[in-house]
């Protein structure tokens, strides 16, 4: 019998049914509309989970949401994109509709748990994952489970400051934020290929900084530089404090593709003690679209292994 992975997000929504080896045999995709709220939300995973458990049944249900979590209560502690959301309980409501035991998790560590097992992690142990989109968040597999501080601690390092006047990752390595900077530079240098590519959009002018790098902006090779050694900066700290075996740059801004990761990898040894040389394998994401609802699907694994 299947399984159900969900992943909520501040932009997409995934439901999918799969196997506890995490392998993904039915895919619903819709646009999450934030003008609905928590309440469109909901509305449409009810319609999709009628129509996925009418043909077959399923055993479980795994959600990483976009969010803080209290995965202990099942409930939601609140979403910074989508109103609605705060101390909603969400495992109740799925088990309402449902009948089918439901575990939680935020979608950062629901996707390094997917990236450890099969995607950019498999057979590396830890592994730290971080995800460069409309946040920055972070996961940390170790022996295969996610690690989990006191509460309500999780891998935050879009929170670490990046200097003593509290500026943090999320502002210099979030999408938003490069996008933000490309704006403000295409003002200043509207010449080159960034500027032709990015100029007029009002945002996700990110997307577009691979080409420009392959055409050998120079504003875009310099964003790129800064926006690593920001990011190799802070996961100088992951490397102190948890030494992974491989660091997973995911998200959209990992789109940007082998220029970031070798950019990152070329920097990250500068910020490490020396003998910590040459500090861990920096990938990027292998899982495309997948890696939350890949690892809402392995979730289930642990929370049908305690019911037995």
Known sequence: MSVIGIEIGGTKLQVVRGELSGRITERHRATVDPAAGAAGIQSEIARILATLLAATPARAIGVGFGGPVDRDRGRIA??????????????????????????????????????????????????????????????????????????????????????????????????????????????????????????????????????????????AGRILSETAEDLAFALSHVVHLFHPEVIVLGGGLSLVGEPLRSAVAGMLPRFLMEVFHPGPRIALAALAEDPVPVGALLLTRGLLQDAR
């Open 78 to 219: 609140c979403s910074h994109q989508v109103k609605g959301w705060s101390d909603f309980p969400i495992s109740d409501w799925l088990g309402s509709l449902t009948g089918l035991p439901v575990i939680l998790e935020n979608d950062a560590n629901t996707a390094t748990l997917g990236e450890a097992h099969l995607g950019a992690g498999q057979g590396a142990n830890p592994v730290f994952y971080v995800t460069l989109g409309s946040g920055v968040g972070g996961g940390l597999v170790v022996d295969g489970a996610v690690y989990h501080g006191m509460k309500p601690g999780e891998a935050e390092i879009g929170h670490l400051r990046l200097d003593r006047s509290g500026v943090i990752v999320e502002q210099r390595c979030s999408g938003w934020a490069v996008d933000r900077r490309i704006r403000e530079a295409i003002q200043a240098e509207p010449g080159g290929a960034l500027a032709r590519r990015a100029a007029g959009l009002g945002r996700g002018e990110a997307r577009h900084l691979a080409a420009a790098v392959a055409e050998q902006d120079p504003l």
